[in-house]
């Protein structure tokens, strides 16, 4: 039995002796700021979120245990069906309009031009700005009155009376998705350029050499070249649409007769407007489940190409 023991202590003192090392210890030391702002800025309020979602909480009262309660309720709500469906539209039509518009504008700023340099560093403008300020700005070239968005179509004759931009439901869903897709456009752009600069001069020489025109070039070696680039930036940015807030809250506050309302709007309306904590932590946690299955598909698809 003694030699037995000895035999099951021997492998612990070594992985001991291992975690104690000099080396070791040190680079415990430097990671455990990085550990402790995971722990209190995103472990903690998660955590805290997850708990509140399964109470009744109120403004001002601590409130009861009450299970899935919220989320059964919010699948019987039609308020809360709309902004799912509100959600996915926004989200599906901004990032495939900037994954779109994006490769186009790499593949220009890719090409030789004057003030190639000066004309990217002005394409960040709209990622630098402040989101507040710069949709605060497009509320004033929406505004029902003085549409400075009317006054230059009505000028070019594109349209013969003015478009209640923020006024109906469909103009204000398509306003609030031109928002943000302005304002999410550099991020694609300058990613997909990144991604083009690392694609090899050779490949196109040669299938230039072969006869292949440009468009066979972009479908047969830029595209596929581009895909990691393209799974990393679609990623990103669904997760950041699924829970923006400030385009949506400046610009309609979730109407007109809430055909904008979206995840995020939602959330603060019940939440902090109404004071139901509980219904409200239940909205924002109410699609993590699906991101957490989208973000492990993308991160499978990378390693698969890696």
Not at 69 to 75: C, W, Y
């Amino acid at each position: 039995m003694t030699a037995m023991a000895e035999t099951e202590r021997r492998p612990a003192a070594p992985l001991l002796r291992r975690f104690l090392k000099p080396e070791a210890l040190i680079g415990y030391f430097l990671i455990s700021p990085a550990v402790f702002l995971l722990l209190v800025l995103l472990a903690y309020p998660f955590v805290l979120a997850v708990y509140i979602s399964l109470t009744d909480r109120v403004l001002g009262e601590p409130g009861r245990f009450i299970g899935i309660a919220n989320f059964l309720k919010l699948l019987q709500d039609s308020l809360f069906r709309q902004t799912v469906w509100n959600s996915f539209v926004y989200t599906i039509a901004t990032v495939a309009l900037k994954m779109f518009l994006g490769i186009i504008l790499a593949l220009l700023l890719n090409q030789e031009m004057r003030c190639r340099n000066l004309v990217r560093g002005a394409l960040l403008l709209p990622w630098i700005v402040p989101t507040s300020l710069s949709v605060l700005t497009w509320l004033w070239m929406f505004d029902s009155l003085f549409s400075v968005v009317n006054y230059i179509l009505l000028g070019l004759g594109l349209i013969s009376k003015k478009v209640p931009w923020l006024g109906d439901p469909f103009w204000a869903m398509t306003s609030v998705i031109i928002v943000n897709t302005w304002r999410g456009l550099p991020f694609f752009a300058v990613s997909f350029l990144a991604g083009l600069m690392t694609i090899p001069r050779e490949l196109y020489e040669a299938a230039e050499t072969d006869g292949a025109k440009k468009f066979r070039q972009f479908w047969h070696i830029t595209l596929p070249l581009l895909q990691p680039v393209i799974a990393v930036v679609v990623l990103f940015s669904t997760i950041w649409t699924f829970a923006d807030f400030q385009i949506v809250y400046i610009l309609t506050h979730g109407g007109p007769i809430n055909a904008t309302q979206i995840f995020a709007t939602m959330a603060y309306d019940v939440a902090l407007v109404a004071g139901r904590i509980g219904e409200g932590s239940a909205i924002s946690l109410f699609l993590f489940p699906a991101l957490l299955v989208v973000i492990f598909l993308m991160l499978r698809y990378l390693r698969k190409e890696q």
